[in-house]
């Protein structure tokens, strides 16, 4: 095994120095194509069954709801990799232009606004044509035939905007196996870590089949006291964090949850765990799995909830917005408990 970072990686695949033969190992070993049959576009949402939503609903006792969304706006911690920039919010009309300019009736006035963002610039869903592997998407589809220049035709981000809703269950790894609540930049979370935050929680904390797993690793905690002190967002976006090892591809694959998210810009570990790696876990759920990836979510209101009253599932609606053919979403995911 050759993990940098001490992660879980599946002892009976052979890793080797690089990351190809695991990849393409682990695609092999998790395949979930055809599944559904040969047009699905929406992979693992099948998991998320009316019946789940139905069940999901019956977990609503108190009432009390939690937005996991960070702001949409121009303080937020893009800087500009891959054209992602944080979201430029315009005004295109106030009360006093339209009551000046327009003469509109009886005194009323209105105003107008626009954003200018990409779809991954805050909390957001990877959509399924997000990631290829060596030019394939989901379902064996060849990359060049599922996303062209107009948009993914096969698994665009719009398909979701129904069926994203159901039991969502809240993994608080950093306070589970965290000092302070929190890993470490770099920690990698194994499979043994995602038991032991399920072990330590308690029932409700059971995951399976159908299931919108959260993970809370504690880093965007750290960072907002950075932000408190003036210190920015610092690399919060793209660089080093605590996230899923490799080796929890099996889990993903065994548990048949619909969708799994973190508080983190990557949800795996970074650095990944081989030497100049980029995001191989992704390259694995995302084309071979059918796992949606939920990116950047502020779990933290929801996480402290959850620790008071010990309660750790919940219904959870957390659509995209249905951005037609598109490979991501923004997204304002409720928790109500």
């Not at 099996?250 to 650095?271: F, S």
């Amino acid at each position: 095994m050759n993990s940098t970072n001490g992660g879980d990686l599946d002892p009976t695949i052979e890793y080797g120095a690089e990351p190809e033969a695991a990849i393409a190992e682990a695609a092999e070993r998790y395949s979930n194509w055809n599944r559904w049959g040969p047009d699905d576009g929406i992979g693992t949402v099948n998991f998320l069954t009316a019946q789940k939503r139905a069940a999901a609903a019956a977990l609503v006792r108190r009432g009390v709801s939690f937005s996991l969304s960070l702001p949409f706006d121009e303080e937020g911690p893009q800087f500009g990799w891959k054209r992602r920039v944080n979201p430029v919010h315009t005004m295109t009309s106030t009360g006093m232009d339209t009551a000046e300019q327009m003469g509109l009736p009886h005194g009323l006035s209105v105003a107008d606004d626009a954003v200018f963002m990409p779809l991954q610039c805050s909390t957001q869903w990877d959509g399924l044509g997000h990631c290829f592997d060596h030019g394939v998407a989901w379902n064996g589809r060849v990359s060049r035939d599922v996303v062209t220049s107009e948009g993914d035709f096969a698994t665009g981000i719009e398909r979701l905007a129904e069926p994203m809703v159901g039991r969502g269950v809240l993994l608080d790894v950093g306070r589970a196996v965290g000092e302070d609540g929190e890993l470490p930049d770099g920690r990698p979370i194994t499979t043994a870590d995602l038991e032991e935050t399920i072990r330590r929680q308690g029932a409700t904390s059971t995951v399976g089949r159908g299931d919108i797993v959260l993970v809370r690793t504690g880093q965007l905690t750290r960072v907002r006291r950075g932000l408190a002190d003036g210190e920015g967002w610092g690399s919060y976006a793209g660089g080093p964090a605590p996230g899923l090892s490799f080796g929890t591809a099996g889990w993903l694959h065994r548990t048949e949850i619909a969708a799994i998210a973190t508080d983190t810009w990557g949800v795996e570990v970074r650095p990944n765990e081989w030497p100049d790696a980029m995001q191989p876990l992704h390259q694995v759920v995302l084309p071979h799995i059918g796992l949606p990836l939920g990116e950047m979510w502020d779990l933290d209101h929801l996480a402290a909830d959850c620790a008071e009253d010990g309660v750790y599932e919940f219904f959870l609606s957390a659509q995209p917005l249905p951005f037609t053919r598109a490979v991501g979403s923004p997204v304002n995911p409720v928790a109500v408990k």
